[in-house]
């Protein structure tokens, strides 16, 4: 059984730019949920992926956007990046919307200079 | 009314110590509250959940006690050992997969 993987591991980009965040759920998962953890905080609920359709959002601007994948993957996309962009993004998955046990992949480092 | 209020935000404990992080919750919605142990530069690992319709559950030496007219929750570790030094986060869903965390206990386990 192969668990959740996120890539890249770290990134740095600079204020404006835009960045995609990938992520594969672990095996038998259909749902994908995205968090952001700042620095010395709990993770927040960024939104999840459902069969391909987004399936609940958190207080974060449509600048975030995601994706997912007939395999279950799914990106992370974020435009016109922002200082306080910068944070642990994290991918969880599960096996259906309610509440299911989610599995936290290691996360990606972004940095925005 | 979404919020998950954890405490302490820090403690340290002499090995075989047991130490006690709490939680308080509003929502009368939750219907499930895990606890996951993160390790610095890692994802977070889920330790042990609990559903409100039991008021305690163990899984080796972690423990989770529910109160669920308080609206509280907290986790125990038995025999704590250096290797438990970590960042311990409470949450809690309402049947909607949006997990709700609290701030985070850093635990620091002394030989």
């Known amino acids: 059984e192969t668990g959740v993987t996120q890539s890249p591991t770290h990134l740095i980009k600079t204020r404006g730019q835009q960045v995609t965040l990938r992520c594969s759920s672990q095996s038998g998962h259909n749902t994908v949920s995205w968090y952001q953890q700042a620095l010395g905080q709990g993770p927040q609920f960024i939104f999840q992926?459902?069969?391909?359709?987004?399936?609940g959002r958190g207080n974060f601007p449509p600048r975030f956007s995601g994706l997912q994948f007939p395999n279950y993957s799914s990106e992370l996309n974020v435009n016109a990046l922002e200082l306080d962009d910068s944070a642990l993004y994290l991918c969880?998955?599960?096996?259906?919307?309610?509440?299911?046990?989610?599995?936290f992949g290691p996360g990606t480092r972004l940095t925005v200079l | 009314q979404q919020q998950v209020k954890q405490s302490p935000q820090s403690l340290i404990v002499q090995k075989g110590g047991i130490p006690i992080i709490n939680c308080a919750y509003e929502?009368?919605?939750?219907?499930?509250f895990p606890w996951y142990q993160q390790f610095p530069g890692k994802g977070p690992a889920l330790l042990i959940a609990?559903?409100?319709?039991?008021s305690e559950k163990k899984e080796g030496r972690f423990t989770i006690s529910f109160n669920k007219s308080a609206k509280q929750f907290s986790l125990h570790i038995m025999d704590s050992q250096p290797g438990d030094s970590a960042t311990y986060f409470c949450?809690?869903?309402?049947?909607?997969?949006?997990?709700?965390f609290g701030q985070g206990t850093t635990l620091q386990v002394k030989p």
């Open positions: 949450a809690a869903s309402s049947n909607t997969g949006k997990l709700i």
């Open positions: 929502n009368t919605a939750f219907d499930y």
């Open positions: 969880a998955s599960s096996l259906g919307t309610a509440t299911d046990t989610q599995y």
């Open positions: 609990i559903r409100p319709d039991v």
């Open positions: 992926y459902y069969r391909e359709e987004e399936n």
